[in-house]
């Protein structure tokens, strides 16, 4: 078939090399979101699906939405028989779904109609799910509502983070996405509507919603914490700066929530119930480095607490020069 691709990141890149590799199939073109630019020197980067599509010769359209004029005609004169979808990024408008003659088929990162919306494997990691999975339906106007052609399962593990989930599942979606074309050439598979019931959202995570509240549950934060990591990465206000915080280990510690506690091997912050052990922190402009090490460089004080601003420091925490060990406290 001939096939429009439209994906973005670098959860879209498997699915398409699987279709570049897939015999029966030729891609007429690779839609994806404009450079943008990244990381300090704010430098211009091409999306990675761009970076995979031009090192293997493929026409890429870059369209920061799909509403315009311009687009539409570009799409039509591609003439594609099916059009494959996942994590472009932008909302395909129903003169857009209607181009290609087989429809726009989506792969979402859910077993729909469980967790519609833009951040499947954070919500199912955030609401201790210990089973997920990847779909391919057909788009349709409403969000993530089309019917479905299959599906594959991924455990999550306790420790498992989103983005080990996401590259787990990019891979095997990617087989599942071909799979899915190869059938509706062939006329194989039949797409089924969703059921009715089990039908949840979750939308976009923002840096805000990655914020570590500390009067949560330690079981809470745990899961936060790896449901945003890599992206956009948890964080907590310190008289240091906001703090980025690497997956944290659940234990039995009795701490006040936010209070911090630093030995020469671990960092501990208590919660509502018992405490967390920090692996890795992140300073406001620095490398993120192991718990200990930043302790050892930070020196927090016997009463620091985590979650507060600067200025909310507690009395006399900022100038305490008292050494920081767990061993030292006793």
């Known amino acids: 078939m001939r096939i429009v691709?439209?994906?973005t990141p670098a959860a879209a890149v498997p699915s398409l090399q699987a279709l570049?590799?897939?015999?029966?199939?030729?891609?007429?073109?690779?839609?994806?979101?404009?450079?943008?630019?990244?990381?300090?020197?704010?430098?211009?980067?091409?999306?990675?699906?761009?970076?995979?599509?031009?090192?293997?010769?493929?026409?890429v359209i870059r369209a920061a939405n799909a509403r315009t004029p311009e687009f539409l005609d570009a799409l039509a004169a591609l003439a594609p028989e099916a059009g494959a979808v996942v994590a472009y990024g932008a909302i395909l408008p129903q003169p857009v779904l209607d181009v290609p003659t087989h429809g726009w088929i989506n792969l979402h990162f859910s077993l729909l109609p469980a967790w519609r919306g833009a951040s499947p494997v954070a919500a199912a990691i955030r609401h201790g799910d210990h089973l997920t999975?990847?779909?391919?339906?057909?788009?349709?106007?409403?969000?993530?509502?089309?019917?479905?052609?299959?599906?594959?399962?991924?455990?999550?593990?306790?420790?498992?983070?989103?983005?080990?989930?996401?590259?787990?599942?990019?891979?095997?979606?990617?087989?599942?996405?071909?799979?899915?074309?190869?059938?509706?050439?062939?006329?194989?598979v039949q797409a089924v509507p969703q059921p009715a019931d089990g039908i949840s959202h979750f939308g976009k995570v923002s840096v805000q919603d990655a914020r570590v509240d500390w009067t949560r549950t330690a079981v809470e934060i745990d899961r936060l914490v790896r449901s945003v990591t890599p992206e956009p990465g948890a964080w907590t206000e310190s008289r240091w700066g906001n703090l980025g915080l690497g997956p944290v280990e659940p234990m039995d510690a009795l701490l006040p929530p936010g209070a911090l506690m630093a030995g020469k091997r671990d960092v501990v912050v208590g919660t509502a119930t018992g405490a967390v052990r920090l692996t890795t922190v992140t300073a406001p402009g620095k490398k993120s480095v192991p718990a200990a090490d930043w302790a050892r460089g930070a020196r927090p004080a016997a009463a620091e607490r985590l979650g507060i601003q600067p200025a909310e420091t507690i009395a006399g925490a900022a100038d305490d020069p008292t050494p920081s060990s767990t061993e030292e406290r006793r």
């Open 5 to 7: 691709f439209a994906g």
């Open 133 to 188: 999975g990847a779909s391919t339906f057909r788009l349709e106007a409403g969000l993530d509502t089309g019917p479905v052609f299959g599906t594959v399962t991924e455990a999550i593990g306790l420790r498992d983070t989103a983005g080990e989930v996401l590259e787990r599942l990019s891979r095997s979606g990617a087989q599942l996405l071909t799979a899915t074309l190869d059938g509706i050439a062939s006329g194989a």
């Open 20 to 59: 570049i590799d897939a015999p029966g199939h030729e891609i007429v073109a690779v839609i994806t979101r404009p450079d943008a630019r990244v990381g300090r020197g704010r430098t211009l980067r091409p999306s990675p699906v761009a970076q995979l599509a031009e090192s293997a010769g493929l026409p």
